[in-house]
């Protein structure tokens, strides 16, 4: 059986280990259209930072690590077309266009970054922060530039807007929303947030809309909005992402915002095609519904199960709630499931409960948590959450994304079972306490 994987990222790695380990026996090709494979993109703040040292050290996978596990890799090999009747693609190098047969095939084709058509946009020193090649080049351009705007305030954005502004960079966040990181945080965290980017020289300008690059000698030189114009040599554009799906129009059934339509197991309309990754949409546990969810965590398991379902399908994609965790400056965030700003996509009336609690008792420290949980507001059932504070308490929202899953209540959460030791916690957890309190009453009555 031959099968074949189209996208080394996330998704395609891990269903390159997955297909090893459950069909040994299978002739197995790897489709990529550069000339590197694996990289991990979730790491480019990193090596911006110098944390890492080397792009070397982003690549969880290379073309001869591939080939060592008798995987035959086809790089600077880009798919073009699939003929599903024939079970053929058609591969474009630069020796021009081949085909090759496949028996099973599955689509990892990712996303490009959303490049906004306004007039400059093609000048010199304007970068996108996608892959290793402009994480490279962004890198280069960071040890020349002195004043620098990016255009959106998304995750990417603020990571690049922090390794710049670390360095001395003069820094500028413009975008068109009302906050910054506005998909992932309500107002009362960004709020925070605001202030201490200010401290820490970031400057953020929201509400504006980017009208125009200004270049001089093909080389920017200001960033026009329609509130006001910012000098800048350095433009970072990181207004998101699309599902790069425009080649598979009219091979398997596309959603109308590009991404493939796949069932729960993730095969496509086609056939023996299945589709993963940055182009698929994920099952949404807060509403049951699906949802574009762009996180490598996502592509991950998305790789495992379309390796398991390849001769049977025998595993659905499971629920999941989008949780997301970034560290900006001072500070350390997670959220998952709904917020503020969709938390209408349930089918139920929400509330929401913001809570500032101590972590430890004060006889340790006074370092505090803010914290924030969506539920239904007659069921109780816990659909979001939001932590944030300058001690590292993300990893707690994976609690809170497991008690989504399992369709818990602020009841269950109120009083869930979570070690006690002054050292790290209280009596009652944090979490038991924005539970208890989004019920209108706190357990908790030690003053520590």
Known sequence: MKIIVVGTSHAGYEAIQTLLKEQPDAEL???????????????????LEGIAESLDSLHYATEDSYIEQNVTVHMNSDVVGINPKTKTITVKTTDGETEENYDKLILSPGAAPV???IPGADLDNIFYVRGRNWAEKVKIRMGQSKK???????????????AFAKVGIETTVIDSLDRVLNTYLDKE????????????????????????VVGENGTVKKVVTDKGEYEADTVIMAVGVRPNTKWLQGIVELNPDGTVVIDDYLETSEKDIFAMGDATKIPFAPNHGTKLIALASNARRQGVIAAKNILEKKVKMPEVSGTSGLTLFDYKLASTGVKDIDQDSIDAEVASTF?????????????????????????????????????????????????????????????ADFFFQPGFNRPWNYLNVLAQKALDGTFDGENL
């Not at 620098?148 to 922090?162: D, L, M, N």
């Open 115 to 117: 490049r906004i058509p």
């Open 355 to 415: 809570v500032v609690e101590n972590i430890r008792p004060t006889f340790i420290d006074d370092e505090k948590v803010m914290m924030k949980i969506h539920f239904e507001k007659d069921s109780h059932r816990i659909v979001g959450a939001q932590l944030m504070s300058t001690y590292d308490v993300t990893a707690s929202i994976n609690a809170i994304s497991v008690a989504i899953s399992s369709g818990w209540t602020l009841e269950q959460l109120a009083f």
């Open 189 to 212: 965290f960004v709020d925070v947030l605001n202030e201490n980017m200010d401290q820490n020289g970031l400057t953020v300008r929201t509400s504006e809309m980017v009208k125009e």
């Open 29 to 47: 090709h790897l489709y990529e259209r550069g000339d590197t494979a694996s990289f991990l993109s979730c790491g480019i703040q990193s090596y």
């Open 148 to 162: 620098a705007v990016v255009v959106g305030g998304g995750y990417i954005g603020i990571e690049v807007a922090e």
